[in-house]
């Protein structure tokens, strides 16, 4: 059974910077795609970042050029890592790893992103 373990987050201001990781362990390199989601209250999750397996990586029109998505892989684990600058307050959300195996899919528990006018 895959792990995911999410770290960062926090708060920031407006025009800040943060950056979310998400380590996997177990089965990772059968991962087809894994990235990062987020949901604002009242709000649907909606995909912010993913990439896959052969590496090319998608992005949510309103983070494109602020936010980046890189990913790590060695024979224990996978990371994958959101660095997120000019933040701005409508990005203020939980955000959660995700990733998928074929038909299986797994979430980390979320991180809260709050970002200040």
């Known amino acids: 059974q895959a792990q995911l373990v999410e770290s960062g987050g926090g708060l920031a201001q407006a025009g800040g910077s943060l950056r979310l990781s998400c380590v996997v362990s177990g089965n990772h390199f059968g991962i087809t795609v894994m990235g990062w989601y987020r949901q604002a209250p009242g709000k649907q999750r909606e995909l912010v970042a993913t990439?896959?397996?052969?590496?090319?990586?998608?992005?949510q029109d309103s983070v494109k050029g602020r936010f980046t998505l890189s990913r790590d892989m060695d024979n224990a684990k996978a990371t994958v890592t959101l660095q997120m600058r000019d933040l701005k307050p409508e990005d203020s959300a939980v955000y959660y790893c995700h990733a998928r195996w074929s038909i299986i899919e797994s979430w980390g528990q979320g991180t809260q992103v709050t970002v200040s006018s």
């Open positions: 990439i896959t397996r052969g590496g090319s990586i998608d992005y």
